[in-house]
């Protein structure tokens, strides 16, 4: 079983919300930190969101405001609520753990593909 999965992507109209939710195979209340990066055609992964153990969370500029992470530890779980979703959006999202609070960790989910129609 895959460490990280990934789900809730789709197509959606701009405008729209979609939840993403990335499972772990084991706990993760050992990753102080977990993320969320997208990676668009032709472009580098870029960082979208993070929250540490403590629910301190950060976000990307192109986000904040719109996009809302979240993780439940007893369900060894990691969200991501996006809203008010934008054609810009569209990318493949990949969650992430461990790492330091601005760096990502070494390991990834496969990742969920989001399209965000104009």
């Known amino acids: 079983q895959a460490p990280l999965v990934e789900s809730g992507g789709g197509l959606v109209q701009a405008g729209g919300s979609l939840r993403l939710s990335c499972v772990a195979s084991?706990?993760?209340?050992?990753?102080?930190?977990m993320h969320w990066y997208r990676q668009s055609p032709g472009k580098q992964r870029e960082f979208v969101a993070r929250?540490?153990?403590?629910?301190?969370?950060g976000y990307a500029d192109s986000v904040k405001g719109r996009f809302f992470i979240s993780r439940d530890n007893a369900k060894k779980t990691l969200s991501l609520q996006m809203d008010s979703l934008k054609p810009e959006d569209t990318a493949v999202y990949y969650c992430?753990?461990?790492?330091?609070?601005?760096?990502?960790?070494?390991?990834w989910g496969q990742g969920t593909q989001v399209i965000v129609s104009s």
């Open positions: 992430n753990a461990g790492g330091t609070y601005t760096s990502p960790g070494s390991l």
């Open positions: 084991g706990s993760i209340s050992r990753f102080n930190n």
């Open positions: 929250i540490s153990s403590g629910g301190y969370t």
